[in-house]
């Protein structure tokens, strides 16, 4: 009988061949896979204005070029003006079909969400999608010039104004769809009712998952203030995305950013696959209709059950309200 030292002997040569053919396998796999089939379709977007969020770099970037090649008006709303202008060679460089707008945006101060909704307001006769995607990780705690944490206030506070604002360029479509991007770290966040500014124990990881949170929170509650319109809201994950998120750090931990560089390197996907569940949210036909729900990797997902809970979800709403300056719902 051949021992395992026998078949190790004969056998064992292959080994490394059999490592590299697996190694080039999950690399073929990563560089040729086809994505989901909405961006095998075309022309979705015609005759729809997109409007998108922190559109300069990643996931947003690679969403817009997704909805340019389909068609669609895309208004790309940036809060740098030179780094916007690049963006519109980039999509330009991958695609000259649809057309682009771009439009100043600071999240983070009330005066500019206000200053680009009125200009909406005033030049659009209506917005088919609203992709709410804009982020922040890792800011150290400090406040707004309207007296908001940073990364609530650029994650959840601007859009929630923003969204609430225009809502009704958004009724003024057939079909509207409003998505929000969140992030699987909802799950470790919290909303503390009295402490919404985050100013006890601030740490920005527990900042960045709260306001993930809290952009869940926001899609239910809306997608049931707008049931019988034909708006809808869904909110989702675009997975592990090799972006700039990063770029502030991670805050805490050194063994965590070691990781996050190396190993997290490995396993991050691409902005363009990043930015595939938000291309399927905002114009997969199959989804006319649905809304209030949470997708990953373009499907729907079930939340933990603090997501969903309406009470707190209803007081955040309202904190929201008067956190705000210009919004009376
Ligand atoms: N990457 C991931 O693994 C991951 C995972 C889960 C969820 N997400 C979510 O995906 C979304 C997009 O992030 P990303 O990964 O693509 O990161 P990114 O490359 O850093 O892009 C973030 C975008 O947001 C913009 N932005 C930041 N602060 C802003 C402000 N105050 N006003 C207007 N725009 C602002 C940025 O503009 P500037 O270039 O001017 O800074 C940039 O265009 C975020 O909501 C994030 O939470 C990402
Ligand atoms: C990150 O930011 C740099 C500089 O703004 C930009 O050139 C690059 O495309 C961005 N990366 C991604 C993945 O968007
Ligand atoms: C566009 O493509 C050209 C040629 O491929 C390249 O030199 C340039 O850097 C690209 N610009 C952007 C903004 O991606
Ligand atoms: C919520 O914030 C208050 C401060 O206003 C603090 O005393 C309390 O411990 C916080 N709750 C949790 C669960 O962190």
Wanted: a positive charge.
């Amino acid at each position: 009988m051949r021992t395992f030292q026998d078949s190790l002997a004969t056998y064992g040569k292959f080994i490394p061949y059999a490592a590299i053919g697996l190694v080039t396998l999950l690399f073929m796999r990563k560089t040729f896979r086809r994505g989901h089939s909405v961006l095998r379709r075309k022309h979705l977007a015609k005759g729809k204005t997109i409007l998108i969020t922190g559109a300069n770099s990643g996931i947003g970037l690679a969403a817009a070029i997704e909805f340019a090649k389909q068609d669609g008006r895309v208004i790309l709303a940036c809060r740098n003006r030179e780094k916007a202008k690049k963006t519109v060679y980039a999509v330009r460089n991958e695609t000259n079909k649809g057309t682009l707008v771009m439009k100043h945006l600071d999240l983070e101060s009330q005066s500019s969400v206000k200053a680009l909704a009125e200009d909406l307001l005033n030049t659009e006769e209506k917005i088919d999608i609203q992709v709410n995607n804009a982020g922040v990780m890792g800011l150290p705690y400090a406040l707004t010039e309207d007296g908001v944490e940073r990364t609530f206030a650029t994650n959840h506070l601007g859009h929630f104004i923003l969204t609430n604002m225009i809502l009704e360029l958004l009724k003024k479509s057939k079909e509207a769809r409003i998505i929000v991007v969140s992030s699987m770290l909802y799950k470790r966040g919290m909303i503390n009712l009295s402490d919404i500014n985050n100013e006890k124990a601030f740490s920005s990881q527990d900042a960045y998952s709260s306001s993930k949170l809290a952009n869940i929170m926001f899609a239910n509650v809306l997608s049931k203030k707008l049931e019988g319109t034909s708006v809808a809201v869904n909110s989702l994950s675009p997975g592990f995305v090799r972006t700039n998120l990063s770029r502030n750090g991670l805050g805490d931990s050194w063994l965590k950013s070691l990781l996050y560089q190396t190993v997290g390197h490995f396993l991050m996907r691409s902005p363009k696959h990043g930015a595939e569940t938000v291309v399927y949210c905002a114009l997969d036909p199959s989804l006319k209709g649905v809304s209030g729900k949470f997708f990953r990797d373009c499907k729907e997902k079930d939340l933990l059950p603090h997501a969903l809970d309406s009470a707190v979800s209803a007081r955040l709403w309202d904190a929201c309200v008067d956190f705000s300056k210009d919004i009376k719902t």
